[in-house]
C-alpha cells in the first residue's frame, strides 16, 4: 500500500464525524450506543460484558448459508453502497466506512474493493498494514463461518479500544512472566488459556516476521470439511513499533441454543466482539436471562478448550 493512500485513527474519526451529519439511520444508531443496557460477570480475574442492542439483529441473524448469500446483493461491493455513505480510500485495494449498525463509538467496516471471499491468507499484509495505520483502535477479522454476516466480501473492522475486555487481557497476559510462551527468530507466541476463548497472542517486530510466525501456526490449525481455511476469529494491534494478534481458534459456528426452540433459544451468532468479552445480545429476552453458566456454555461449543490450545502450542513449539 502506497503511503499517501493510508487512513489514519485521527482521519477514521474524522469521517465517523462527517457520516453522523448526513445520514439518520448511523446517527439514530450511534445515539442509541449511549442508552445500551450492559451487565458484567467475572471468572478468576476474567471479564465478559453483555451488551442489549437491538440494532445488531441484522448482523446475529444473518443468513449466511451458500444459498442465501448468492440470493442477495453483496452490502460490501462499492456499487451496492448506500448513496448517503461515505467512503475513506485506503491503499489500492481497501476503503474506511463506518459501520451503520455500530457496537462500539466508533465503529469502522475496512472492505476490499473487489468482491473477494474472506480468507485471511490473502489478506494478512494488508491486515498488518492496517492494524499499524489505524493504532488507535483495535482490528479484527471474523473468519467467514466465525461471526462475519458478508463471508464472500473480504474485510476487517476497526473499533474502540478497551470496551472488548480481550483488549487489556491480552496486554497484561503477554506481560506475565509465568505465561507459557514460545520464543523464535521470528517473535513470540504466548499461550493463552484458562480463558473461555482460548487460543495464542502473537509478538513481531516485523509484518514479516509476524506473517512467518502467523502461518506456522495457521498450518497446525484443522480445516473443517467444505471449508476454505480454518475457523478463526483474529485481533491486532500495534503498539511501540511492535504488532500483537490475538488468534482465537473456533471449532464451531454458533451454539445450539441458536437453533433451539421456546426457552432454550439464544440468538447469539459470536464473532469477535463476543470473543473479545462483548457479548451481544439483540433480544431483551435473551440478555434478561444470560448468567454465568451461559455465557461459559457458548464459549465452551464454540472456542477451544484448554487441551486443545496446549496441544497446539507444544507441537509448534516442539516444531
Known amino acids: 500500500m502506497e503511503e499517501k493512500h493510508k487512513v489514519t485513527s485521527a482521519e477514521a474519526s474524522a469521517l465517523l464525524r462527517q457520516q453522523l451529519g448526513v445520514w439518520p439511520l448511523v446517527a439514530q444508531n450511534f445515539k442509541a450506543l449511549e442508552a445500551v443496557h450492559l451487565k458484567q460477570f467475572e471468572w478468576n480475574g476474567l471479564t465478559v460484558k453483555v451488551q442489549f442492542n437491538p440494532a445488531r439483529i441484522v448482523s446475529s441473524g444473518a443468513?449466511?448459508?451458500?444459498?442465501?448469500?448468492?440470493?442477495?446483493?453483496?452490502?460490501?461491493?462499492?456499487?451496492?453502497?448506500?448513496?448517503?455513505?461515505?467512503?475513506?480510500?485506503?491503499?489500492?485495494?481497501?476503503?474506511?466506512?463506518?459501520?451503520?449498525?455500530?457496537?462500539?463509538?466508533?465503529h469502522f467496516t475496512i472492505p476490499s474493493l473487489a468482491h473477494t471471499?474472506?480468507?485471511?491468507?490473502?489478506?494478512?499484509?494488508?491486515?498488518?498494514?492496517?492494524?499499524?495505520?489505524?493504532?488507535?483502535?483495535?482490528?479484527?477479522?471474523?473468519g467467514p463461518r466465525c461471526g462475519a454476516s458478508a463471508p464472500d466480501h473480504a474485510h476487517f473492522q476497526a473499533v474502540t479500544w478497551g470496551l472488548m475486555p480481550l483488549d487489556e487481557e491480552v496486554m497484561a497476559k503477554e506481560q506475565e512472566l509465568s505465561a507459557l510462551r514460545y520464543v523464535s527468530a521470528e517473535g513470540t507466541v504466548i499461550l493463552l488459556h484458562h480463558y473461555l476463548r482460548n487460543g495464542f497472542i502473537l509478538k513481531a517486530k516485523t509484518k514479516e516476521a509476524m506473517r512467518s510466525l502467523f502461518l506456522r501456526i495457521y498450518a497446525l490449525l484443522p480445516v473443517p470439511e467444505g471449508e476454505a481455511e480454518p475457523m478463526m476469529n483474529l485481533f491486532g494491534w500495534y503498539r511501540e513499533e511492535e504488532w500483537i494478534l490475538a488468534l482465537i481458534p473456533r471449532k464451531r459456528h454458533r451454539p445450539w441454543q441458536y437453533e433451539a426452540?421456546?426457552?432454550?433459544?439464544?440468538?447469539?451468532?459470536?464473532?469477535?466482539?463476543?470473543i473479545g468479552g462483548l457479548f451481544i445480545t439483540p433480544l431483551a429476552e435473551d440478555f434478561e436471562k444470560i448468567n454465568p453458566a451461559l455465557l461459559q456454555d457458548v464459549y465452551e461449543q464454540v472456542c477451544w478448550s484448554d487441551q486443545e490450545v496446549m496441544e497446539l502450542f507444544l507441537r509448534l513449539s516442539n516444531d
Open 117 to 142: 471471499p474472506q480468507l485471511i491468507v490473502p489478506q494478512l499484509d494488508d491486515f498488518l498494514e492496517v492494524v499499524r495505520s489505524l493504532d488507535r483502535f483495535t482490528l479484527f477479522y471474523n
Open 63 to 106: 443468513k449466511v448459508d451458500a444459498k442465501s448469500i448468492k440470493a442477495r446483493k453483496c452490502f460490501l461491493c462499492p456499487n451496492h453502497l448506500p448513496e448517503e455513505q461515505l467512503r475513506l480510500p485506503f491503499g489500492e485495494r481497501y476503503q474506511v466506512l463506518c459501520n451503520p449498525f455500530p457496537i462500539f463509538p466508533e
Open 261 to 274: 426452540e421456546g426457552a432454550d433459544h439464544l440468538l447469539s451468532s459470536p464473532g469477535a466482539a463476543d
